[in-house]
């Protein structure tokens, strides 16, 4: 007789592969789930061992448009970036793999959903939430099957003085092994997301929200763009060092963050700022279903109306350099600004301008003055 | 009968000569000031310029040690960036070069303080509030005399969507021209700033704050570091575009991040993250000498008692690679964090942790069922 | 021959019966405009004093529900408190009368727009604001009367030493000689704004903005609830001492708050917090009709669409009492928080919840003692 | 043979008393504390109490002092209020008890603490974050009592919509029975605190923390000052209706907000009203002792520098009205202020003030009739 059944994220390796064999031992009927979001895997190998292993449904989605569009394009909006450096790479993935195991859960009438994250990483905490959020009465099995490559792995970098081995990254080129030559692109916001990105040297324009990414990842890897070596603080209060590539990822922030300042009012800026660095610190977390992130991604997505235009930009030797920008919505007042021209603008009312704001300075300065006379 | 004396930011161009020539004909006495902040200027040139149009006084002063160490290292405890891209180079300057002109305009008994700094801009704003600030029965003249040369370079940039020219930059090289192997570089910190930064490949190593901003400097500029092209919102209102150039700051920032988040508590790093966005808009406005950024001075340099340890990192191709760090007040426990030791950290409790977190988003779920349900 | 058409807002009293005079010798036709948002005033008599002074044209209309409704109750979601203490009655007035007055001046084809308010004051700032974001090209005169009764009235208060006479105070009673039985009400929210008030021991019942807010504002007047005396900072940076009566305002703080964090997430009533904060900043600088206060309008009326259910409230000797409140949409589950039942919450959880959050806090202390043992 | 020492939080109460019978039966030897922190309490019962159970040390300690001066008064300084409401009494308690009973552990080489605050509360957590940030190595004993005659009060409550019965409330008079006659008081603060309070009617004067605090509390008691029925938001996540008394606090928090907003400059405050919130939740959620809340303590008192100055009020009927106040500090200039007196402002500045605010405005407006124009 079946304990019941269990929605097994399941990778293919070492780890899950045990925690299937695992699973059944003790009673349980295991259905596996396997999503691409873009990793390089051999889809067809896992499900042959899951169904080797006695997985009673094996599902493999492909999930990567679903992956560009709602979990990496309000990451682009918001600018997110975790600590001032992380992009938060793993952190959009987790929700979105999360979301699907449990909508499969509930069509197959699981009660048990189960994955190999890490207990001290923030994985296991971004999967539970999502589970918990999404499907209340549901019970997670964590199993950390703690793998000794993975640790030897881990323990040369667990010593954040030692420097990273060469050959660790995968999806980006040592910079110094990078092309000589620059790419140069320009790529088109609208609402704040690209909608097409092309290649100012070849005729390469891509429109869709993956193509737009996986092109993006290609050049960016190309050119060595979007490592980072960091000491990050995990959301249970300890710091770890993470080495991360971001290369799409890293030239959407850089042209986003120009569309966004050449588009969007100065004060409205400010606070989507703040709202930015929460929605960051949010997702970090694993808090991507909660009624703030819901909130916050809600008046993220307003603020991002205006937000079109062309981003023209070179990739070169681990690097991005905005060329220039231009946009219909723009409240750039190429008039106003200029020297030559005094429009609308009167000096004089720049003095007043000063001087409002120096009274309180002014103030000051007076009551300290007359703090001194005191002594 | 001399109206009185006039204390004149002078810097020995067109500008303003044209004021100082002017003022006088006003009938004003005309005290020039001229501070060494680094530029590449000829003072003595400058000098005798001032005299022969009719000085009554000539004041040249070095300033860059009191710059780098009062002004920049402020800046650099904050991670000081404004709208997320701009260092702030020029911001810093104004109150280091405006609270001497008021110390000299004082001691010269100057009831007058004038500057040829443009009617639209920032640096207007600036001086004006700091000399306010710091003598507030002070009478700022503003002099903006717009030359062609400079309008006509402004002309071009203006057009936000023209890429610069080449040979627009002075301080770092094209990163395309720039060597093919980099500079590593380890700087060490104490209380937030830079006590030292010694070259790994040669024998350099430099000690006081100017010859170690100094040689970051060279060092970036020798590798195309910093170069940034923006549009920003001006404390006006106005967007304008500007291009930086800012190669020894970009490589602090990378390094004072890593050191700071690798020495700093998780949630004091929050708070302190909040202030250094203010201190940069407060910077970024002209509000050096006021009651809010002294504020703000003060709880940042708070928070840098324990950021110290030391930075390696290497330089090449525009960009600024962090390769590790070490201290000994890190709060990074290797133990702790490490996949192969138990230590103090019970997995167990890491449920608890997430289950606790989840009540509020069970909750959540179930009044939208509820919800749901009634519909 | 006329100079152009002045939109003048005219209150029938001697400041701006002045400005119309002035304004006519001047050359201009000038058109009055009187808006009635429930202050107490002679309209009729308004009308034939405008008329007699030579105004081409004379405006009255009734604002209030529009005010009430479009103005107020934004502010009401927003839970909007200057400075912890001042509830903004004049500042949502401003922009309300100076839209109106913008689409007459629009509609008459007038240049100009004219207002007495003071040169010291926040509300020559406000309406001027309002003015220039909603009529780009128009020309504001600023006239400040400053008439010798006003200046004798302000001259008392000015020492912020001075107690406000008793007689100072015309929309609420002295709580010494209000009733002393209670009033008992019950306002119902809905998208957290009040939808109905029943008084709890008559059978009076409220449903419409106009009348549910002239009602509070009698209730409240009669127990005296709602004086303050305070000293505010001035968006020109001065401080200044105010004395205000909002009666019906404050009952409506109180019942709002309760609602809102009966029925709203605590995350996100923490970010709707910082919101409400830069929402009552701007209203009370004048920047009602800004991007940036568009923007933040959008998010709070999102954060309110669960703010519904009944309050139940007691008004008595200038103080509000909270006495009980429901909601269909509430988040509270009385089953979870009751000590009788355990229900999904495992006391087991709390520890480990604990003992993570402990994680942070015991290493920095432990840091401490490596510190202390190098001493 | 002993198991060890645990030091036990001892109320002499029904709860407490069964956890210390049940630590002897398990082996342990208990030392007791209870700590006088202001409540009513028959201390040398409860001594012989726990000698008569078998407690093997009994310790009682007057923490009063300690209590206002140590944790009470940064409250007053922070404006400290919990989700605009709740004066946090409780939870500035717990951090002063335990850090108490921490350092007896440590001197009785106690490796046990142990408490009986409930499972689902925040006192848990208060409690035992605060031993784990003061003693790593600690394992705290959690024993939830619960008691049928407490639930069966919490049971009426837990019903949000239930009024609270009028014989709840034990400092507080119901202001219905409160006096006829106001008690007039003056305040006086130093660096943010009251050194000060002098009754304006009769010759009271008290001058330590304590005596102020207290006569504060009987002040605002006498005149039922400081009730609230709230519905809050735990740490853990849960709502829970609660019904606090803060005579004092109350009557203090009034009188700080207002020589606080006299004495500080306006921008300063701003940053510092955020960091009130912040130092709140902390507070709330058990984190006094974490460098973070040191952090914002540090940054507050910095601050208050110079709030002093004396305010005169009125406590009547449950509500405290500010009359006037003074100050050596005050950055109120009463000349600037007044409309009669023209001073140092200059009309002229606040046109140019307003309309170089509005550049941004008239700019965003435009942008929209050009988008109008092209629907």
Redesign the interface.
């Known amino acids: 007789m079946s304990k019941g059944s269990v929605v097994l994220a399941y990778s293919g390796g070492l780890d899950t592969s045990c925690i299937l064999v695992w699973l059944k031992e003790q009673g349980y009927d295991v259905i596996t789930f396997l999503a691409d979001i873009g990793q390089d895997e051999n889809f067809e190998a896992a499900r042959e061992k899951a169904q080797k292993l006695g997985a009673k449904k094996v599902y493999i989605e492909d999930l990567r448009e679903e992956f560009v569009q709602d979990f990496i394009w309000p990451a682009v909006q918001a ?1 997110a970036v975790y ?3 992380y992009l938060l790479g793993t952190s959009v993935a987790r929700p979105c793999i999360a979301q699907r195991q449990v909508e499969i859960a509930r069509k197959e009438g699981a009660e048990y959903i189960s994955h190999g994250a ?3 990483g923030n994985d ?2 971004r999967f ?2 999502t589970c ?3 499907y ?1 009465e549901v019970k997670p099995w ?1 199993m ?1 099957a ?1 793998l000794m490559h ?2 030897y792995e ?2 040369i970098l ?7 081995p060469a050959d660790l990254y995968l999806m980006t080129k040592n ?2 092994d990078s092309p ?1 030559t ?1 790419d140069d692109l320009e790529i088109e916001f609208r609402n704040g997301v690209p909608v097409k990105v092309a290649n100012l040297k070849d005729t390469t324009s891509k429109t869709s929200p993956l193509e737009i990414f996986s092109y993006l990842n290609q050049i960016g890897g190309k050119h060595g763009v979007g ?7 995990r959301f ?6 993470g080495i991360y590539e971001t290369p799409g990822g890293t030239i959407l922030l850089s042209a986003h ?2 569309i966004e ?2 588009t969007m ?11 930015g ?2 929605f960051s ?1 949010l997702v970090y977390n694993g ?1 991507w ?4 992130c819901e ?2 991604r ?2 993220i997505a ?2 991002q109306e205006n937000v079109e235009g062309k981003v ?1 930009l070179s990739v ?4 991005v ?6 946009s219909p ?6 008039e ?5 021209v005094q429009g ?24 300290q003055g007359f ?1 001194y006379s005191k002594k």
Chains 1, 2, 3, 4 share one sequence.
């Open positions: 600018n600590e001032d450096r890490t207990g001290k296991q905490i539970e939430l918990y959020a999404l209340p964590s950390d703690n993975i640790s881990s323990g667990e010593n954040p003085k030692s420097h990273a910079p110094q000589d620059p490592r980072i070596d960091i000491v990050e603080n249970i209060g300890m710091k770890s060092r963050l120009d300042t050449f009012d100065k004060e409205v800026r400010r606070i989507k700022q703040g709202l660095i929460k610190e808090f279903y909660s009624p703030e909130f916050v809600h008046c307003k603020s023209q070169y030797k681990g690097h350099y905005i060329l220039g920008r231009e919505k723009s409240l750039y007042n190429e106003l600004v200029s020297m030559d609308d603008y009167d000096p004089c009312d720049a003095s007043g301008f000063i001087k409002i704001n120096a009274v309180r300075l002014r103030e000051h300065r007076r009551m703090s």
